[in-house]
């Protein structure tokens, strides 16, 4: 049975889909005011496991990831570069979405920006001033937090303990008739973007957008909502009450929140410039070692970034790449075994690693548990080839693994058969002909040739084995 944690109801629930057989997702994206850094893609990579674990369970998931794509700091940078605040967006969300290629995780279904959806917005704010939970004051509308009996539910917090100006992101201003009231649409200042309303000339506050697009992608009731612990207040908390006010319906099943990438201790920022970009990241560790080292700590726990920590996890990758490399030369390429079929049903050492693999992941995506029987499968296919184990059952035991590894969307690649060019092939076998003729010469020449073009090689007792760097 598939339990999740519900940050609302702050406990493990089951999972029972609002329609039968689909699921629908919505997690929050970035602020597109500058590139991602780490912590940002960590919601790339949660909604990714998420959607590959809920359809390997059977089911048909919708995922939305949306970008905010106008706002004050996406505007100031503009205004710095001397450039149009779509340009800063969409270089940025080109950024993002570069990284998710990197990273292997599936693209989400929809990525919605904010200002592809004023209609939407427009009319969601219309609705919430016509039921009496928000008012127009001076061309800006607020949310009057005070009539909506159920704020603070998601981030248990009061009302009354909500101190303006304080570091609950509750401002002081005049336009308020409370000063916990947000924000729903701003009226338009002069020589920024703004956009027709029935108040005048505007742009939508932060926490609507995500209510008009989710729903009307989603439905005004969906599965999951997810997005970085610091959402939680107050902009998912905003999110329930403006989105239950509005339609009347119970918003979202599981509220979904992983914790932050620290550095040093301190969480990432962009504000505060403490961060490491993904650019950086990308150009020293392949991308399995990115993904598995995001991976290898509970999605809900907080990162610590260190180096070491990554060069754990580059180490931990090698050991797989070397297995299914392994297993390639031992027991074929798995085209190959997809062709001969499986002679053996597979193991039942591998079948109980599988089942405990299960079992983790059904505890609220545990990836953490489940990547520790990764490492225990490794350990018995090892010992297995080792041991001189069949062919057929390697190839049966393989499968298993390449399964596992499949819904964490790791080594997706490695230990597949590469397509190598005739003349490639022909210079390996040829550098191993200057090798049995003790010509080291000749073979670190081809040896050179051959990694110019893109391609190692590997020396094994059954001759070279060639595939792409």
């Known amino acids: 049975m598939l339990k999740i944690f519900d940050t609302l109801d702050a406990k493990k629930k089951e999972f029972i889909p609002v329609r039968e057989g689909k699921v629908g997702m919505y997690f929050c994206g970035m602020t597109v005011q500058s590139e991602p850094h780490v912590g940002h893609m960590r919601v790339a990579v949660v909604s990714d496991v998420f959607k590959r674990y809920l359809r390997y369970r059977g ?4 995922l939305i990831i949306n970008f ?10 503009a205004t710095e570069e001397g450039v149009t605040y779509q340009e800063v967006a969409q270089r940025n969300i080109d950024k993002f979405m570069e990284f998710v290629d990197f990273l292997g995780a599936e693209p989400a279904d929809r990525y919605p920006r904010a200002t592809d959806h004023i209609t939407d917005i427009i009319e969601t704010v219309k609705r919430l001033v016509e039921k009496g939970y928000a008012y127009e004051s001076q061309g800006d509308v607020y949310f009057e937090v005070g009539k909506w ?3 603070g539910k998601l981030s248990k917090k009061r009302v009354e303990d909500l101190v303006a100006g304080a570091s609950e992101r509750v401002d002081i201003d005049d336009r308020k008739r409370n000063p916990e009231d947000f924000a729903l649409w701003k009226a338009a200042k002069e020589g920024e973007p703004a956009w027709e309303s029935p108040w005048g000339m505007g742009r939508p506050g932060w926490h609507i957008e995500c209510s008009a697009m989710s729903t ?4 005004e009731h969906y599965d999951i909502h997810g997005g970085g612990t610091d959402l939680i207040f107050p902009h998912h908390e905003n999110e329930i009450a403006q989105s239950e006010a509005a339609t009347g319906e119970s918003y979202v099943n599981h509220w979904v929140h992983h914790g932050h990438v620290r550095l040093e201790g301190e969480k990432m920022s962009k504000s505060t410039g403490h961060y490491r970009t993904m650019a950086g990241l990308a150009e020293r560790y392949a991308p399995d070692v990115v993904r598995f080292f995001l991976l290898s700590t509970h999605y809900r726990s907080v990162i610590d970034f260190a180096d070491e920590r990554l ?4 180490a931990a990758v090698e050991r797989f790449e070397n297995l299914f490399r392994t297993l390639e030369r031992v027991a074929g390429p798995e085209s190959e075994a997809a062709t001969l079929g499986m002679v053996d049903e597979p193991s039942s050492a591998m079948l109980e ?3 405990k693999y299960i079992e983790a992941m059904d505890d609220d995506l545990n990836t953490a548990a489940a ?3 990764l490492f225990e499968m490794v350990r018995f296919l090892n010992q297995a080839v080792e041991s001189g184990a069949a062919v057929e059952q390697l190839r049966a035991d393989r499968a298993v693994l390449r399964e596992v590894t499949g819904i964490l969307g790791l080594l997706e690649d490695v230990g597949k058969a590469d397509e190598v060019p005739a003349e490639i092939q022909q210079m390996a076998e040829d550098r191993a002909a200057a090798r049995t003729a003790k010509d080291w010469a000749r073979a670190d020449e081809l040896r050179a040739a051959i990694t110019e073009a893109g391609y190692a090689v590997e020396d094994t007792p059954e001759g070279p084995v060639v595939r792409k760097a």
């Open 59 to 62: 089911y048909d998931v919708t």
């Open 68 to 77: 905010t794509d106008i706002d004050d700091k996406i505007i100031a940078k």
């Open 149 to 151: 009996p159920g704020y």
């Open 216 to 219: 009307k992608y989603l439905g």
């Open 311 to 314: 060069d754990e996890a580059a």
């Open 353 to 355: 690693l599988k089942g």
């Open 371 to 373: 990547t520790g029987f």
